[in-house]
């Protein structure tokens, strides 16, 4: 079937039995499917001040709103949120079979859905767990010979081992220091070292050996690269990968500036910004490549590619790969909609429905 219109896409999904459930700490990010599926809903988190607009959209259970209180303490993941009793008494109100679209997935929601019966719209929990590693990009990299910034990953330890100077003297005075067993993106784990006070202050952070009350093996300590934070997202499919535009994006704002960390995301410029022809070809080239690497792992669907793009020097570095939902959704696909564009969300799901279209 060739999907050419949105009219297309909401046939195609009628022929499906069962019901489509949007899964969010807040609605929003979930809200695409509304546009081309006529019974959708959304089971949130958080209740928030957009959900009178939302629910014209869809019908939204809000877990903060059904229990009138406060949220349960672990209540931070779409995994915990699914085993609250609350949302499973939801649940199994509605139709048989329930499809699941998760920003991403997670090892205890896998064995919940196998228990339960739940079709999740999402890659295996261990795939994603894998592809997030910074070892796997940098392993990755280096297969596909992508273009990486100096440096590497070294053993936790390493960071007191050697000083400020001896990294400078091989890196120069601007370093990214990262922690790769942070799993949270949007820049939590990073830091911008320009100074051995700063490094030193790090160094003396970082001395019980966690973060974030996670424990720390290792640390990527790389030359930092002047250029523009930028991305793209990506759908595989088994007929080749789909990639959006390339977008800037906001990194430490002034309203950033509490967080303990640096490289903070705080959003896309959703503007018509004139890349060269050069970088564009670049930044595709490497993203079909990157695209074609992780397929061929059994990874489908959406995929997130950030790059800094050093002008200037016309070079493009690939720096990291998000395996889920990122924070371009759903003004990307909204973008898309207004431009009569099937957004990627459609894409995503019929990769896991193995619903084959051109």
């Given at each position: 079937?060739?999907?050419r219109?949105?009219?297309h896409?909401?046939?195609?999904?009628n022929?499906v039995?069962?019901?489509f459930?949007?899964?969010?700490?807040?609605?929003?990010p979930?809200?695409?499917?509304?546009?081309?599926?006529d019974?959708y809903?959304?089971?949130s988190?958080?209740k928030?001040?957009?959900m009178?607009?939302?629910?014209?959209k869809?019908e939204?259970?809000c877990l903060?709103e059904?229990?009138g209180?406060?949220?349960?303490?672990?209540?931070?993941?779409s995994a915990?949120?699914?085993?609250?009793?609350s949302?499973?008494?939801?649940l199994?109100?509605l139709?048989e079979?329930k499809?699941?679209?998760l920003y991403q997935?997670?090892?205890d929601?896998e064995?919940l859905?196998?228990?339960?019966?739940?079709?999740l719209?999402?890659n295996?929990a261990?795939l994603?767990?894998k592809?997030?590693?910074?070892?796997?990009?940098?392993?990755m990299?280096?297969?596909?010979?992508?273009?990486?910034a100096?440096g590497?990953?070294?053993?936790?330890?390493?960071?007191?081992?050697?000083g400020?100077?001896d990294w400078?003297?091989t890196l120069g005075?601007e370093?990214v220091?990262q922690?790769?067993d942070i799993g949270q993106?949007?820049?939590r784990?990073?830091?911008?070292?320009?100074?051995?006070?700063?490094?030193?202050?790090?160094?003396?952070r970082?001395?019980e050996?966690?973060w974030?009350?996670?424990?720390?093996?290792?640390?990527s300590i790389?030359?930092f690269i002047?250029?523009?934070?930028?991305?793209?997202a990506?759908?595989?499919?088994?007929?080749?990968?789909?990639i959006?535009?390339l977008?800037?994006?906001?990194v430490?704002l002034?309203?950033?500036?509490?967080f303990?960390?640096d490289g903070i995301?705080?959003?896309h410029?959703w503007d018509?910004?004139?890349w060269?022809s050069a970088v564009?070809?670049?930044?595709?080239?490497?993203?079909?490549?990157?695209?074609?690497y992780v397929s061929?792992?059994?990874?489908r669907g959406?995929?997130g590619i950030?790059f800094?793009?050093?002008?200037?020097?016309?070079?493009?570095?690939?720096i990291?790969?998000?395996?889920r939902f990122?924070g371009?959704?759903?003004?990307?696909?909204?973008?898309h909609l207004?431009?009569?564009?099937?957004?990627?969300?459609?894409?995503?799901m019929?990769?896991?429905?193995?619903?084959?279209?051109?």
């Amino acid at each position: 079937m060739f999907l050419r219109e949105l009219d297309h896409v909401r046939d195609l999904f009628n022929s499906v039995n069962g019901v489509f459930v949007g899964v969010g700490i807040t609605a929003f990010p979930r809200i695409i499917p509304s546009y081309f599926l006529d019974s959708y809903r959304i089971i949130s988190l958080r209740k928030t001040g957009d959900m009178p607009l939302l629910r014209k959209k869809a019908e939204i259970f809000c877990l903060e709103e059904e229990i009138g209180g406060s949220l349960p303490a672990d209540a931070r993941d779409s995994a915990h949120l699914l085993a609250h009793q609350s949302v499973k008494r939801y649940l199994n109100k509605l139709p048989e079979p329930k499809h699941l679209l998760l920003y991403q997935n997670y090892p205890d929601l896998e064995k919940l859905a196998e228990k339960l019966g739940w079709i999740l719209l999402a890659n295996p929990a261990d795939l994603r767990l894998k592809l997030r590693d910074r070892a796997f990009f940098q392993h990755m990299a280096a297969e596909l010979d992508l273009r990486q910034a100096p440096g590497a990953i070294w053993p936790i330890e390493v960071i007191r081992e050697r000083g400020y100077e001896d990294w400078a003297t091989t890196l120069g005075p601007e370093l990214v220091i990262q922690l790769p067993d942070i799993g949270q993106g949007g820049g939590r784990g990073t830091f911008f070292v320009r100074s051995a006070e700063a490094y030193n202050l790090l160094e003396e952070r970082l001395r019980e050996g966690t973060w974030r009350e996670v424990r720390l093996k290792s640390v990527s300590i790389r030359k930092f690269i002047e250029g523009v934070p930028a991305s793209v997202a990506i759908c595989i499919t088994r007929d080749g990968n789909l990639i959006s535009g390339l977008q800037k994006q906001l990194v430490d704002l002034p309203y950033c500036s509490d967080f303990p960390e640096d490289g903070i995301f705080c959003g896309h410029v959703w503007d018509e910004t004139l890349w060269s022809s050069a970088v564009q070809e670049d930044v595709l080239n490497q993203a079909n490549r990157i695209g074609g690497y992780v397929s061929s792992l059994g990874y489908r669907g959406i995929l997130g590619i950030d790059f800094i793009i050093d002008e200037q020097g016309r070079e493009i570095y690939p720096i990291e790969i998000n395996p889920r939902f990122t924070g371009a959704f759903p003004m990307l696909s909204l973008l898309h909609l207004q431009n009569d564009i099937i957004p990627l969300e459609v894409f995503h799901m019929l990769e896991f429905l193995d619903l084959h279209t051109v």
